[in-house]
Structures are given as C-alpha cells and as structure tokens.
C-alpha cells in the first residue's frame, strides 16, 4: 500500500534525470506500476499507522477500505490512460516535465486522500491536488486560461478552507479518525457539517457553486482534464461519504435537504449541459449531473446508498475521462471543438465516434455500460428514502438522452459520401485506439457489476 | 440452447458492427444470414424444449437483488420464433437490397444484434431483463433508422426515434425500480402483487416504444431507415414488443383499476387518427407506417377490452402481413428510386403484384382468406355487447380498407417497359411471407379462438369494401400529426436550458463583482502602503494612542 | 559566561577587522565561524552567575531564542552579496549582537539595549548597501518609524519602571494605568519590529528600496528577535494586566493577515509582493497567542524564519539586484540557477501551507489553536489561507511557464547555498516532525 505512494515519489525525484525521449515511456510505466500495485496489493482490511504529527492530530493512518478500493484501481488507471494522452508540442496535450510533476503530484495528493483514515491527512491528501491543477490549468490549454485558473483556485480555496475549519474543529473535539466510537455532541456535528457541506457543494461540485468547472476544464488540457474529472473529481464525495460515518446526527437532520439539492444539481447540470456549444463544455456540465445522482445517494445515509454512490462515481471515473479524451482528438481532428464543427467526424475518425458513441450511451445510462449500475443503484435507494427527487431525476435522464443525441446526431451523421481522403489525419487517427484503455472498463463494469462488487467484497462490509 | 438464442445473435451482432470496418462486407452479411437462420433454428429447438430458466445476479445492494432471469415458455418461445423468422427474412432482403453497399456487413450485424435485444426482451423472465432488451432495442432503433448517414432526415429520425422512446423509458425505468424496491424479481410476482403504478408505468412506457397516443410521429419518421429495418421494427421488434409486454403482464394491468379502460381509448383513439392519417400520406413507407401504428392500436384496444389472446393474434397476422407488405412495397421503390406513391405506379410485376402484394393487402384490411380477417374478426367478436367498441370497429375496418385500397390502386397497373430484374433475396422473403399469411387464417399458435364463420362477417368485410372504394376515390393528400408537439417540447426545453444559462452567467457576474470587490479593497491597502513618513508615523501613532486608551479606561 | 564573553569578543574582532583591509568573503567566514562557536557556546556555557538574574533572563528556555537568532544570523552570512565590504558583516554581527541581548533579557532596559543594538545594526546595514535613492528613502523612512518607536519604548519603559518599582520583566498582576500604558507601548513597540497592522505601514516601502540583502536582513532578525520576545513576555504572563489583551491580540492578528494577503495580491514586483507576504504571515504568529499558545507560535516562527530566508535569498540569487515582475521570471527552471528557482517555488508552497511542507503544519498548529474561540477568528484565519494562496500560486506559476530568462548575474555561492539549505530544511521538517514537536515541547515548559 505505501509503495502506490513510494513508486511516485520516486518517479518525482529521477523525472529531472529523465532524457526528454523517454519521458513519455517513463511516465506511463509509473502509471501501469502503480496500476498493477494497486490491482494486485491492495485488500480490504490493509492499514498501516504510523505517527507524525500527533499533537496536530495528523497521523499518517492509512487503510485499504471496501469503498476506497475501486476508487484506487480508478485513480491508477485514468493516471495511466492521461499519461498515455499526453503528446509532445500540442498545447492541448502536452508533454513536460513540468506537468508530468505536477500531475503526479495530484495523483499522490488524490491518493493520499482516498487512503487515509484519518481526518487531518484527508485534508493534506484534498490540498496537495490544489496547486498542481491550478498550474496545469494555468499552464496549458485555451485562450482563457487564466480566468479559468482563477475560478478554479478560488472556489477551491474556499472549499479547502471550509475542510480544514471543519477538520480542525473535531481534532480540537478530540476525533481525528473515521470510525463513528466517539461521536461529537451534535451542535459541534452541525457546525462540522454545515462546513464540511460548503466544501463538497464546491468541490463535487453541486449547482450553483459548479461555475469553476465547466471553465476549468473549458480551458485545461487533455490529460488534465481527464485526470481532474475523472478522480480528482471523486475526492470530494470519497470524503462526503467518510466524513459523514461521523457525524451521523447531523447526517440524518440534511438528508432530504440535500438529496433535493442532489437532484436539483442533476437537473441543473442536464440543462446546462444541453445548453452548450462546445463538446468539452458539455461533458463538463454532464459531469455536475453524474454528480448529482451521487449526492443523491450519499445524502440518503444507506448502506445500499453509499455503494451506489461509488458505483457511479467508478461508471463517471470512467466515462468523462473517455469523454475529455474524445474531445482531445477531436479538436486535433478538426481544430475545434464546436457542436456544429463535428458533422462528418465518422467519417474522418470511424473508431473514436465509437468510442463517442459508446461513452455517450454510459452517460444516457444504457444498460450494459459503466454508469448504469450505479444509476440504478441511486433511483432504487431514492424511490425509498427519498422518493421526491424522482420528479428531478426522471426529466433529468430524458434531458441527459437530448444532449448525447444531438452530439452524435452531429459526430455520426452528416458529410458527404464523397469527401476527400483524410491521409494527413493517420496518426491521429492511430492514436485513436488508447480509448481501449477506458472503455474496455467501461464494459466491462457496466456489464458484470456483480464481479467487481465481489471482487471490492462490498458483500461483508462492517 | 437457450443461452445461444438470446446471446449469440446479440454478442455476434455487436462484434460484427465493430469489426465491420476491418472485414468484408459480404463475408460479414453472409456470417449474420447463417447465424440468424441458426437462431431461428434455435428458438424453434427452444420453444419445443421443456421449460428452461436461467437466473443469475446483476446487481446486489444492501437490501435490493438485481437479479437478470430468463425462462423460456409457450408465449415466449412463439415470440422468439415470431422474432427470428422475420429476422431471417430481412437478412435474406438484405441480401439483396444492399448488395452493391459497402456497409452491408454492418448494417447486417445491427439488425441481428437488434434482433437479439428482442430476443432477450422475449424470454425475459423479470421486468429489469427486459428493460435491458428494451433499452438495447431503442439504441437498435437507432442504429438502423440512422444509417443513412448523409441524410439529414435519417439522422433526425433517429434521433427522435431514440428521444421519444427514452421517455417511455424513463417510465420503464421507474416500473423496474419500483419492482426491484419490493423484491419482486418475476414477471409472476408482479402481475400477482404489482402495484397500479407499475401498470400505469407499463403503458406509458408501451405507449412512447409502441408509438401510441402522442408519440406517433416518430415511427413516422422512422421510415428514413432502410426497408429491411422498418420491416423488422414494424413487424416483429420494437413496436411490437410493446403490445408483448402488454400481454405478458395483462394480469397486472387488470388488478389495477383505470388501466384496461385507459388502454381502450389509447389504443382506439391511435388506431382511428393513424388509420386516418395512413389514408391521407402521400408516401408508401408513411402509408404502412401509419397503419402500423393503427393495427398496433388495435392491439392495445384489444388488451384493453380484456382479451390478451386476440391481441396476440393481431401480432401475429399483423407480423407477417406487415412483413410482406413492407418486402413489396420496398421492391417497388426500389425500382422506382422514390417512395411516392404517385411515383410506384405500374412498378411491379404480374405475380408480385397479384400473388404478393395483394394477399398483404388483403391482410392488412382484413378480408379473406389471411391472417388479418379471424384477428379482426375475433376483435369483433370480443367488442360485442358495447355500441362504443362496435363502432370503433367498424370504423377502424372501413378505414382500415381504405388505406389498403389507396395502396392497391397506387401500385397497380401494368409497366410498357420491362421491370428491371430484382435479385431473388429481395423476393423470396415475400413468397415466404405470403404463404404464412394464408397459412395463419387457418392456423393460429398459441391461442384457441372463438369459432367464427365466414357469413356471419358480412357487416365488417361490407365495411372493408365500401372503406375500399371510398380510398380508391378519396384523392387529396392531407396530414395527421405534424410531430408538432415534439417540436414543442423541445422548444420548452430549450427555453428551460436558457433560463439555466442566464442564471449561470448571472453567478458569474456575481463572482466577478466578488473579485472586484477585493481588488478595490486591495487598492485601498496599496494606497495606504505607499506614502509619507509623516503619515505613517500619524496613522501608526493614532492607532498606538487607541489601543493604550482602549485598555486603561476599562 | 563564556559565551557572552564570546558575543562580545566576537563584535570586537569584527570591528577590528574594518582597520586591517581584509576581503569580504574572509570577514563573512570569520564571522560564520564566530557564529558557529556562538552557537556551541551558548547552551553549553552561557549560563550567568547568579548576580545577574535582575537583568539577564535564566530559565532554560531562552536557550532555545538564543539559538534561533543565532541560527538565523548564520543563514544570513550567506546572504550578504560576494561583493560587499567587511562593513556589512560588521553590522550584521552588531545586529545580532542586539538579537541575542534582546531575547535574553530579563530587564526592559537589557531588552531596549538589545533592540536599539539591532536597530543599529539594521539602519547600518540598510544605509550601507543603499545604491540608488529608493535605497535611502527606504533607509529614512524605516528611520523614522524606528525612532519613532523607540522613543515609545522609552516612554513605555519609564511608564513601567516608575509604577513597578523596578525595571525587571515581571508578571505583575496590579492593574495600573501607568503600567498598563508602558505595556502596551512596549507591546507597540515590539509589534512594530514584528512589522505588524497597524504598525505595518514602513514594511513595503522599505522592503522594496532596500537592495535583497538588507532586506533579507529586515524581514527576518528582527521579526525573529521581537517574535521570541513577545512569545517569551506572553508565555511569562508580562501581559497580562492588559485588559484586552486577547481581543487585541487577535484584531492585530487578523488584520496583519487580511491588510498583508490584500496587499500582495495582484503586486506587479516581487520585492513589494513578499513584503506582503511577510506582513501576512506575521499574523499567524500573533494569533495562537491571543490564546496563550506558545507552542504554536513557536513553531510558525521558525516556519516563517526558515521561509523567508529561503524566499529571500533565492530571490536575490534569481534577481540579483533587480525586483523582477513575474514576466521576469518565466522560464527561470531551465537556466542556470534552476536550484534556487526551485527553492524559490519550495519557498512559497511552504508559506502558502503546501502540504509536506513545514509551512502546512505550522499553519495547522497556528489555526488549530484559535479553533476554541469565537468562528470569526478560525473562519477568518482559515479564509486568509486560502486568499493567500492566489498570490503565492500566482508567483509560483511562472515558473512553469514556457520561455527564456537572462540571469542578470551568476548567484554567488553563499546565497545559493543558503537558499537550497533552508529550503531542503522547509521539506525536511515538514516530513520529519520531531523537531517541531520538539520545540513545541520545550517552548511551554
């Protein structure tokens, strides 16, 4: 378990040394190490504590969980498919040795978080991805980067410091890990909530304080947006769900408060979504939906709820990142990314519309792709303890279907039957088949979630 | 064998339309044309086997089994027969039709994979299986209805076909869900304990897949597709699946109270307007389109009137007739590279014209000796005792004869020149189809029904005929269902999106007011930071007396 | 005995090296090395006789200030310029001189020697090395506020002196106009060396004006010596008869953070921008001892010291003489004096609070010990944190930026050295707790 902590640490301490030629070969082969590690190394049940901060109440305590598992398997593999984005001399995927740094600085950050088991790391773990996205955003990527870069640190800052208010005031409550022995008195448990609530409505993000991510991934580059949407997204509801085993009064008081709001966050983000122009902006918004149903889920406070929730943040993990690839190669394919720019795409690129098409049915929630498990989970737990938010959510996936159908009825359709050779777009084109990478998870959950649930050993949970 | 029936045409179906571009077409096309012949084979096997059943988990929560479940029985296994003749036939069509097509191979693959997505709706044996066929027959749908992909009619018809299912779907979904959140995991445990809002569900989902009620302008446009997939939606997938479901979980929908009724004026109201409609349509494909969505009508109505049985004859007859029909037809505009009425006259052959064509006819207006007649006959015969439903009947006979007539009298006559020469795929599918047409007004599977004699029949076939006369008559074109209210509500949604956007950038504004408000603020720090001695010492000095009397007056 | 025998005959022998003509880099290492032998001399040697326990403080602890200020000198030999004259070392062994009177006194008159001897020693140093005109309106401006001040500290040691009886440091519990109004103008005065709202005010000016090395020299001793001395008189109970204390030490507080992160954001030069910085951090100082926490005072002292010295002195090894904008340094990581570029970034993540570095648990222990008071002061704390971030991460930034940098003039090696030793030192403690725990410890007892 340290070693998928050690492995690119190391790799951040030799990256100077690295020739530029083999950047590109090193970095992924940190990815697939670390993605091994974690397939093959780490079990439910796995924890190491060591301290180092005690009088902080920041221990290094760390713990392979039921829920964090897939979480880790999700994080190595989008790492390792963004490494495998990354190209050199293009400003919408680079290849530096700075951004290298810093993304795997994120992916410690994002990992350290969904390790820990104690309240102070999970906030180290939180504000280690800060910086790097800001400079990656800031770095690379669109025209208004830098307004972008400023709307991403300052809702992030807010939402860090939100986090550390409220970790700060239980380690002064004497509660620094997550297990719910000692629970605080229940004023502390809603002040910690009504904190730790303006945190993940940020950072998940929940409508209206979504505005920083459409226009950070508006403007990111490829791997970092695949990266940001694809886990470090997930950093915010992992933590929801941890923190909330801990103040389970306060838990109980918001629930249908906030599965509303999950829902009205759904709703929001499927409108917005169908209202964009730009194919990397309507995964962005698409994104704020999938969020939505895992508010739902986690505000529910069930077992059954919680599972659904990592479900569907693993079917979003690998869905958007596809997604924000797939808008990657089609700005290289047509130098924009504009809707009314795609007609004729299938014909230039038959195999990344495949891919579009087949990430675009996960995000309507056809069966037999990765967010369907998961969606399904959430409106069965809502028609239970929350059967209002039906009434969001059912438009909601009709809205959802509108915005994938006019993409691909774009992306699939159109042009003539008669259009030139598109010789010069080869190697894109060869490119095209790292969509593997995410895709062939997205089956392959989609269709047998029951395995992984097995293999996660969800079945034997506390 | 069962496993076979329901995966292999679905898997194969999908692999074949991924690899599509790195094989042969023809050998693809050839592949799926053995394997569809194969799952006839096999679901005949099936539907004599004994019962089977398979059952394994998909999803298990705390609390909730998701289970997926298959039995194969004496409705399912007919169906599934029903399904992959057709399917064979339109392999077969396609063949033919798509010969010189480069992308005949794929289109191939998707019709059996769709195929195969019925097929897994059909011997479903729980409600979330056969929402996953569902749903995999809506992307089928719109696979097919799509390919034609320069055009821009295809490409909106495809997606509308998909949008307005999805909103059955959703309706589906919710059925599914509420289901499963009462551990009822079989299609027996619903139809015994399900509650009315399943059954409502049910048919507001039937109603959008099976293009009932409002939702009929998609299958209208869905005729953007080729032949051979309008065809297969329209005879023995997709729509039909609708009026399956219906009759699968009639028991539900008869314990709960308000539905049976509700079905009868869906299903009549559709089946009158589309019949209608099918008399003023000025293209072939629209013509049988509209009297699809009529005879569906019927079926529902007959659901409705309590009568599952007459419902599935309907299908059947309805199955091979419709199959016929669109077979014909689509040769004659094959021939006539348009799908104009005005423009099919005189395009097909003697016996194509008199031997195929006319028994569909014959068939879809509902006159001896097919099919068609004993299932509106016995439709009759279950209206019997109500005004309401009587008239309803006579007057879906009398349109639906004159529809069948306006076609007959486009499609007649006979050609100076010599047709052009149709390849025998395109053909043989419709020989088939016409004999089984004869055949089922003899023979009926599954169901026993009520003894009807030809003489007694004499009101509806009066009707037939003079409805027949009065389509040869009635000469102006005219529309039913513009699809206007599609366009209504997605101009609703799309108002609703901008008001969302105006909010969103209103927030922005907001924000940016925020990050204005602390750079004035920084300012003020900057102009206080640069200065005079003097005035710091002043400043510094006033804030030094402040604090000291602060602290010694209290 | 020893070692303050050693302090004196170290300042002499510096003195006397300004009549020999000697090199710069030799007086440095001389210097370097008397500091050193201060630094060994000082826990083993430097306890008093009894006689002088009136003036000289003698708990253990002070031991502890001793050694930072001597610490933090040894950092600062290096930063002085390759080409500077003996003078510079002369005067900053005057200052330090002054630092290690200051911290170890036990009598407000010691405690005003020893400051006035840093002052000195400062105004020294920033006359010295003044090039240009900013340079010496700087060294006027830092001048007046600093006599200004210390006529306060007379003021105030007069006030206390004449209600106490005597010029000892006590913790007296009478609660006395005159004592009460010489406190506070102590407390002033000692705040204004802290560089502190409200008495911030001469900080940019002066920080810009100065060249790097004095103003290295300023942003650290004496914030280091007047910090250690506030902890020292908090931690003591000095204070205590100050009313308000608590609710003034927490309005100095918050507004040193909120006035020093408003005013580094969006500053166009580097120079004005740590001075802001520094003004920000500051405040996180002060605020664990409105509630009487030493320990994390303590702790963001030597966070803050190690910081800036490591922000300064690969500033001045990047910039040389120049305040450079942030255009000045894209592309900074791919010249020469990459390492001082990263130490530069190390430095900012450090005082932004960037995790794994000690600035982050500096900041945890400064906010975690207000978390029991009112929500405005934690909420306020924390939301500074996070404003400070955009100015930090903003400077940060162009490092990464695409581009090419002209280094004005290669870095001489003390400054390199120095500026890669702290900032391994930031990394290393933020990993490596025990020292910090440590100090937390041993600062309470």
């Known amino acids: 378990m340290l070693a998928l902590l050690i492995v690119p640490c190391l790799f951040m301490i030799i990256l100077p040394r690295i020739p530029a030629t083999w950047l590109k070969p090193a970095f992924v082969t940190m990815a697939l190490a670390d993605l091994l590690l974690a397939l093959g190394a780490l079990a439910p049940g796995n924890v190491i504590h060591v301290a180092w901060w005690p009088q902080l109440g920041l221990n290094l305590s760390l713990g392979v969980t039921p829920y964090n598992q897939p979480l880790l398997w999700l994080n190595a593999l989008v790492l390792l498919s963004s490494a495998w984005t990354a190209n050199r001399g293009n400003a919408w995927s680079p290849l530096s040795k700075g951004s290298i740094f810093w993304l795997t600085v994120a992916y410690v950050g994002v990992s350290l978080a969904f390790l820990s088991q104690n309240v102070l790391l999970y906030f180290v773990g939180f504000e280690m991805a800060v910086l790097p996205f800001f400079l990656l955003v800031r770095k690379d990527g669109g025209e208004n980067r830098r307004v972008a870069a400023f709307y991403f640190l300052g809702f992030s800052a807010v939402a860090g410091m939100m986090l550390l208010a409220a970790v700060l005031t239980l380690v002064v409550h004497h509660v620094t890990g997550f297990h719910a022995n000692h629970p605080v008195s229940v004023p502390v448990q809603f002040v910690v909530y009504l904190l730790l609530l303006a945190t993940w409505a940020i950072k998940t993000p929940l409508w209206p304080f979504h505005l920083w991510l459409p226009k950070t991934h508006g403007e990111a580059s490829t791997p970092a947006s695949m990266y940001l949407s694809g886990v470090a997204l997930k950093v915010a509801p992992y933590g929801f769900l941890l923190f909330s085993g801990i103040l389970p009064a306060a838990r109980h008081q918001a629930s249908p408060f906030l599965a509303v709001w999950g829902g009205i966050t759904l709703l929001a983000g499927s409108l917005l ?94 069966p037999g792709l990765a967010l369907f498990p998961g969606e399904f989970g959430v409106i069965l737990v809502a028609l239970k303890h929350a059967p209002l938010t039906l009434y969001l959510i059912a438009p909601a996936i009709v809205i959802m279907a509108a915005t994938w159908l006019r993409i691909l009825a774009r992306a699939r359709f159109g042009g003539t039957e008669t259009d030139g050779s598109f010789d010069s777009l080869s190697a894109v084109r060869q490119e095209s088949w790292s969509g593997l990478w995410l895709s062939v998870p997205l089956v392959l959950v989609g269709l047998i979630p029951e395995w992984w649930i097995h293999l996660w050993r969800w079945g034997g949970l506390r | 064998m069962l496993v076979f029936v329901i995966f292999a045409p679905l898997l194969a179906g999908i692999a074949g339309a991924l690899i599509s571009s790195r094989l042969k077409s023809r050998t693809l096309s050839v592949t799926m044309t053995v394997l569809s012949v194969a799952v006839l084979g096999a679901s005949m096997a099936v539907a004599l086997a004994p019962y089977l059943e398979l059952r394994w988990m998909f999803l298990h929560l705390p609390g909730y089994r998701v289970p997926f479940g298959f039995a194969a029985g004496t409705l399912p296994g007919w169906m599934a027969m029903l399904t992959a003749l057709v399917n064979v036939l339109a392999q077969f069509y396609s063949l033919g039709y798509f010969a010189r097509d480069s992308r005949q191979g794929y289109f191939q693959s998707v019709l059996l994979a769709f195929t195969g997505s019925m097929l897994l709706t059909v011997f479903a044996s729980n409600l979330f299986t056969q929402f996953v066929g569902w749903e995999f027959m809506g992307i089928g749908s719109y696979l097919l209805v799509g390919y034609f992909r320069t055009q821009d009619n295809a490409r909106y018809a495809a997606s509308k076909a998909m949008l307005v299912t999805r909103i059955g779907d959703v309706f589906f979904l919710l059925a599914v869900i509420w289901s499963v959140s009462h ?70 929908l008869s314990h709960s109270p308000g539905v049976l009724p509700a079905l009868i004026i869906i299903g009549g109201a559709t089946a009158v307007a ?19 969505v009529s005879q569906l009508g019927m079926m529902v109505l007959a659901v409705g009137l309590g009568f599952p049985q007459v419902a599935w004859t309907l299908l059947v007859a309805h199955a091979f007739y419709k199959a016929l029909l669109f077979f014909v037809t689509g040769v004659a505009s094959h021939r006539a590279q348009s799908g104009l009425l005005s423009r099919l006259k005189a395009t097909l052959g003697g016996f194509e014209f008199s031997v195929l064509f006319m028994v569909g006819a014959l068939g879809v207006s509902g006159l001896p000796p097919t099919g068609g007649f004993l299932a509106k006959e016995a439709l009759f015969h279950i209206s019997q005792g109500s005004l309401f439903h009587m008239i309803l009947d006579y007057t879906l006979s009398f349109v639906g004869g004159a529809y069948a007539a306006r076609l007959v009298k486009s499609l007649a006559g006979k050609s100076r020149a010599p047709l052009a020469p149709i390849s025998a795929w395109m053909l043989m599918p419709a020989v088939l189809l016409s004999l089984l047409v004869i055949l089922n007004f003899i023979w009926h599977p599954w169901v026993t029904l009520p003894a009807i004699s ?72 900057h102009l206080g930071g640069s200065g005079r001695a003097r005035r710091y010492v002043l400043i510094s000095g006033a804030a030094l007396a402040l604090f000291i009397i602060w602290n010694i007056r209290l | 005995m020893m070692a303050w025998l050693a302090l004196g005959l170290e300042c002499v022998v510096m003195m006397t090296l300004e009549l020999i003509p000697v090199k710069g880099a030799m007086s440095r290492w001389i210097l370097a090395g008397g500091i050193v032998l201060l630094m060994i001399l000082f826990p083993v040697a430097g306890v008093l006789p009894h006689l002088y326990e009136r003036v000289m403080y003698a708990a253990p602890v002070r031991v502890i200030y001793q050694e930072l200020v001597l610490a933090t000198g040894l950092g600062l030999t290096g930063i002085l310029s390759k080409d500077g004259s003996p003078v510079s070392s002369t005067l900053l062994m005057l200052t330090l001189a002054g630092g290690v009177v200051a911290v170890s006194a036990n009598s407000w008159l010691v405690l005003f020697l020893g400051i006035e001897t840093l002052n000195i020693g400062l105004y020294g140093l920033v006359g010295h090395t003044s090039r240009q005109r900013t340079g010496d309106e700087a060294l006027v401006k830092f001048f ?302």
């Open chain 1, 273 to 366: 979504a169908l209202g964009q122009r730009d194919l990397k902006q309507t995964v962005a918004q698409s994104s704020i939906a999938s969020m939505g149903y895992v508010m739902i889920a986690l505000s529910l406070g069930t077992r059954a709820g919680d599972q659904a929730a990592v479900l569907v943040m693993v079917g979003h993990g690998l869905a958007s990142p596809l997604l924000f690839w797939i808008a990657g190669q089609v700005q290289k394919i047509q130098h924009s990314r504009q809707l009314d720019d795609l007609p004729g795409l299938y014909r230039k690129d038959p195999l990344l519309v495949t891919f579009l098409t087949a990430a675009a049915f996960a995000y309507m929630g056809i």
């Open chain 2, 183 to 252: 551990g009822q995991t079989t299609i027996t445990e619903i139809n015994h304990h399900g509650a009315p809002f399943v059954a409502w569900a049910l048919v507001v989902a039937v109603a959008a897949k099976s293009a009932q009620g409002p939702n009929i302008s998609w299958l209208l446009d869905a005729m953007a597709g080729p032949t051979p997939a309008s065809a297969l939606i329209h005879a023995a997938t997709m729509v039909a699946a609708g009026p399956y479901l219906l009759i699968r979980y009639f028991p539900v």
């Open chain 2, 274 to 292: 589309a019949g209608v409609g099918a008399v003023g349509s000025q293209e072939a494909k629209r013509l049988l389109a509209f009297s699809t």
């Open chain 2, 454 to 525: 030809l003489l007694s029949a004499w009101p509806s076939i009066l009707l037939v005929v003079s409805g027949g006369v009065a389509g040869i008559l009635w000469n102006k074109p005219f529309r039913v269902f513009s699809g206007g209210l599609f366009t209504v509500s997605w101009k609703i949604l799309y108002g609703l999106e901008r008001m969302m956007m105006t909010i969103d950038s209103a927030l922005s504004e907001g924000v940016w007011a925020t990050r204005l408000a602390a750079g004035w603020m920084t300012g003020l720090v």
């Open chain 3, 144 to 445: 007046i506020l600093g006599s200004v001040f210390t006529a306060f500290e007379v003021a105030g040691i007069a006030l206390i002196g004449g209600s106490q009886g005597t010029l000892q440091i006590l913790a007296s519990r009478v609660p006395n106009p005159a004592l009460i109004a010489g406190l506070c103008l102590m407390l002033a005065a000692l705040l204004f060396k802290m560089g502190s709202f409200p008495f911030h005010l001469w900080a940019p000016d002066t920080y810009e004006g100065s060249p790097w090395q004095a103003t290295t020299v300023i942003a650290t001793l004496p914030k280091i010596v007047a910090g250690s001395v506030i902890i020292r008189l908090v931690a003591t109970g000095t204070f205590v008869v100050i009313p308000h204390l608590k609710e003034v030490l927490e309005i100095v507080a918050l507004g040193t953070m909120v006035i020093g992160a408003l005013g580094a954001w969006r500053q166009p030069r580097l120079k004005r921008m740590l001075a802001y910085a520094a003004i920000s951090q500051v405040g996180f100082v002060i605020l664990p001892l409105s509630s009487g926490h030493i320990g994390a005072a303590g702790v963001y002292l030597v966070s803050y010291t190690l910081g800036s010295i490591a922000v300064f002195s690969s500033a001045q090894a990047l910039a040389g003489q120049d305040n450079p904008t942030r255009l000045d340094l894209v592309g900074a990581l791919a010249t020469k004096s990459r390492g001082a570029a990263v130490a530069l970034i190390l430095a900012l993540a450090g005082f932004a609070g960037f995790p794994l570095t000690v600035g982050m648990a500096a900041k945890l222990y400064s906010v975690e010990a207000v978390m029991r008071e009112p929500a405005i002061i934690w909420l306020g704390a924390v939301l500074v944190t996070g404003f400070t971030f955009f100015y930090y991460f903003r400077w940060i930034f162009p490092f990464f930026a695409a581009g090419d940098m002209k280094i004005p003039k290669a870095p001489g090696f003390g400054v390199l050295a120095i500026s890669q030793i702290s900032a391994l030192l930031i990394v290393v403690l933020g990993i490596w707790s025990y020292p910090m725990i440590w100090l937390t410890q041993n600062l309470t007892l």
